[in-house]
């Protein structure tokens, strides 16, 4: 693997599942692999997760991680051609490069802006960084896609299914902010590399972008999605046609006990974080069914996964 800006980046999920499911077995086993490499961790956007797992599981394959606020450095301009003459002091063509001369490795995250749809699903921030930065780059959830996570989600999945091809259902959940789609995208994405069957349930208006939802089984009514399902994965997600707004908020696709009542005995999964009561009611988030821990604890095993990839063609 040369980079990981995307699912297109990973060809054979099913080998780097084994992989992963090595790696959670014994995540010490290869701490040579990145010895005397360095690991920069750039943040445009807030992180519990992906901050502490990326930069653990670098650590546990022995490579040095420097981690930067990026609210803390210079403004960055990315428009090529820009007159700097405002309030951004330092050219994406300089930092990139720059800093790609203290890392191995460049890890990157940066949060759909939701005011321009075009700029935020071409990617703009993400491909600028990976056009002049001389090492790899990893998507640690950029404006459309979050691929850690989706592949944390597959691999968790994976551990818990009962059965060969599992019913799961992406439901869309209340949330007082709007959110970027890049969680959902991604989720939608990486489930057209298994074999399950998914189905995406929304209220009208909150429809994903074609570019990921073409083929997918789409229903605007959640309890006839959550009728069978194996795994219900929660998710709010603004308004892609009304690019980054809140339509008048549903209450009630929050996630119930009495819903998942009609599931077959489903795994409650959530990237987090998760606004309780508004998302989810703690009866769900609290029942022996919810395995967002444990989904939360894979995003370690699937970054050292990837690093480990990436770092055997360095
Ligand atoms: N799920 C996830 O990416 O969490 P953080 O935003 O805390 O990193």
């Given at each position: 693997?040369?980079?990981?800006?995307?699912?297109?980046?990973?060809?054979?999920?099913?080998?780097?599942?084994?992989?992963?499911?090595?790696?959670?077995?014994?995540?010490?086993g290869?701490?040579?692999?990145?010895?005397?490499?360095?690991?920069?961790?750039?943040?445009?956007?807030?992180?519990?997760?992906?901050?502490?797992?990326?930069?653990?599981?670098?650590?546990?394959?022995?490579?040095?991680?420097?981690?930067?606020?990026?609210?803390?450095?210079?403004?960055?301009?990315?428009?090529?051609?820009?007159?700097?003459?405002?309030?951004?002091?330092e050219?994406?063509?300089?930092?990139?490069?720059?800093?790609?001369?203290?890392?191995?490795?460049?890890?990157?995250?940066?949060?759909?802006?939701?005011?321009?749809?075009?700029?935020?699903?071409?990617?703009?921030?993400?491909?600028?960084f990976?056009?002049?930065?001389?090492?790899?780059?990893?998507?640690?959830?950029?404006?459309?896609?979050?691929?850690?996570q989706?592949?944390?989600?597959?691999?968790?999945?994976e551990?818990?299914?009962?059965?060969?091809?599992?019913?799961?259902?992406?439901?869309?959940?209340?949330?007082?902010?709007?959110?970027?789609?890049?969680?959902?995208?991604?989720?939608?994405?990486?489930?057209?590399?298994?074999?399950?069957?998914?189905?995406?349930?929304?209220?009208?208006?909150y429809?994903?972008?074609?570019?990921?939802?073409?083929?997918?089984?789409?229903?605007y009514?959640?309890?006839?999605?959550?009728?069978?399902?194996?795994?219900?994965?929660?998710?709010?997600?603004?308004?892609?046609?009304?690019?980054?707004?809140?339509?008048?908020?549903?209450?009630?696709?929050?996630?119930?006990?009495?819903?998942?009542?009609?599931?077959?005995?489903?795994?409650?999964?959530?990237?987090?974080?998760?606004?309780?009561?508004?998302?989810?009611?703690?009866?769900?988030?609290?029942?022996?069914?919810?395995?967002?821990?444990?989904?939360?604890?894979?995003?370690?095993?699937?970054?050292?996964?990837?690093?480990?990839?990436?770092?055997?063609?360095?």
């Open positions: 693997m040369k980079q990981f800006l995307s699912s297109s980046d990973v060809l054979y999920v099913n080998s780097l599942l084994k992989k992963a499911k090595r790696i959670q077995q014994d995540s010490y290869n701490n040579m692999i990145g010895k005397n490499k360095t690991m920069v961790l750039l943040f445009f956007n807030p992180s519990l997760r992906t901050r502490l797992s990326t930069q653990k599981a670098a650590q546990n394959l022995g490579m040095h991680v420097i981690t930067m606020n990026v609210s803390q450095a210079w403004g960055i301009e990315f428009e090529d051609g820009a007159v700097m003459n405002l309030d951004k002091a050219h994406v063509k300089e930092a990139a490069a720059v800093i790609s001369q203290y890392a191995d490795l460049i890890g990157l995250r940066t949060f759909a802006g939701l005011q321009d749809r075009e700029a935020d699903y071409e990617e703009k921030i993400l491909n600028q990976a056009k002049y930065a001389t090492v790899p780059i990893v998507n640690l959830e950029s404006a459309t896609v979050h691929p850690l989706s592949f944390a989600d597959v691999f968790t999945i551990t818990y299914k009962k059965k060969k091809r599992p019913k799961v259902v992406l439901t869309w959940a209340p949330h007082p902010r709007a959110l970027p789609q890049a969680v959902a995208n991604s989720f939608v994405e990486w489930m057209k590399k298994t074999d399950y069957e998914l189905v995406i349930t929304q209220p009208k208006g429809e994903l972008s074609t570019q990921f939802t073409t083929g997918c089984s789409i229903t009514d959640q309890q006839e999605a959550f009728h069978d399902a194996d795994f219900i994965y929660a998710k709010n997600w603004s308004s892609y046609s009304d690019y980054g707004k809140i339509l008048p908020t549903d209450v009630n696709w929050m996630i119930t006990a009495e819903k998942m009542a009609l599931t077959n005995d489903a795994c409650f999964m959530h990237c987090l974080p998760v606004r309780r009561n508004v998302v989810v009611e703690d009866m769900v988030l609290d029942s022996p069914n919810s395995i967002v821990i444990q989904q939360a604890a894979n995003r370690e095993v699937i970054a050292q996964t990837v690093l480990s990839e990436i770092l055997k063609n360095l």
